[in-house]
């Protein structure tokens, strides 16, 4: 049996330990093969392998705010800003944010997590239809 395994269910990787059976979204736990429960980094190459298990949403969330990318949507790090806005929403035309996560929705939308320049720190999660991106580096 291998140590690990590692998948993608729908466009979301994912990484399980089969020590203890946990199943990780975050990219960084993918990248370093690491088991946040057993807290060990399992060995590189010790197995690959295709399962589907099933997603919940809490496992969608999970990726979006764990730095997840959904492929074709905007690219974590980039500048955006916010369009669309409704009277009542608490950033407006004009307000500045950089993508920090991203899923794809029904319709060929997709979920941002974006962290706006005047909350640091906090990941809000927008439609792709609110935000345009910025001609800017971020910086
Ligand atoms: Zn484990």
């Given at each position: 049996?291998?140590?690990?395994?590692?998948?993608?269910?729908?466009?979301?990787?994912?990484?399980?330990?089969?020590?203890?059976?946990?199943?990780?979204?975050?990219?960084?736990?993918?990248?370093?093969?690491?088991?946040?429960?057993?807290?060990?980094?399992?060995?590189?190459?010790?197995?690959?392998?295709?399962?589907?298990?099933?997603?919940?949403?809490?496992?969608?969330?999970?990726?979006?705010?764990?730095?997840?990318?959904?492929?074709?949507?905007?690219?974590?790090?980039?500048?955006?800003?916010?369009?669309?806005?409704?009277?009542?929403?608490?950033?407006?035309?004009?307000?500045?944010?950089?993508?920090?996560?991203?899923?794809?929705?029904?319709?060929?939308?997709?979920?941002?997590?974006?962290?706006?320049?005047?909350?640091?720190?906090?990941?809000?999660?927008?439609?792709?239809?609110?935000?345009?991106?910025?001609?800017?580096?971020?910086g």
């Amino acid at each position: 049996m291998n140590v690990y395994d590692i998948g993608e269910t729908k466009g979301i990787k994912w990484i399980r330990c089969n020590a203890c059976g946990r199943i990780s979204y975050n990219v960084n736990d993918i990248e370093h093969k690491y088991c946040g429960h057993c807290h060990v980094f399992h060995e590189a190459g010790t197995g690959t392998r295709s399962v589907v298990v099933p997603l919940e949403a809490k496992d969608y969330i999970d990726y979006l705010m764990n730095g997840g990318q959904a492929e074709g949507a905007i690219p974590n790090g980039t500048r955006v800003e916010k369009v669309k806005s409704d009277p009542d929403d608490g950033h407006q035309d004009g307000d500045t944010a950089t993508v920090r996560g991203s899923i794809s929705t029904f319709e060929n939308r997709y979920l941002y997590a974006v962290e706006f320049d005047d909350v640091p720190g906090v990941k809000i999660v927008i439609i792709s239809s609110r935000i345009g991106v910025l001609n800017e580096q971020e910086g």
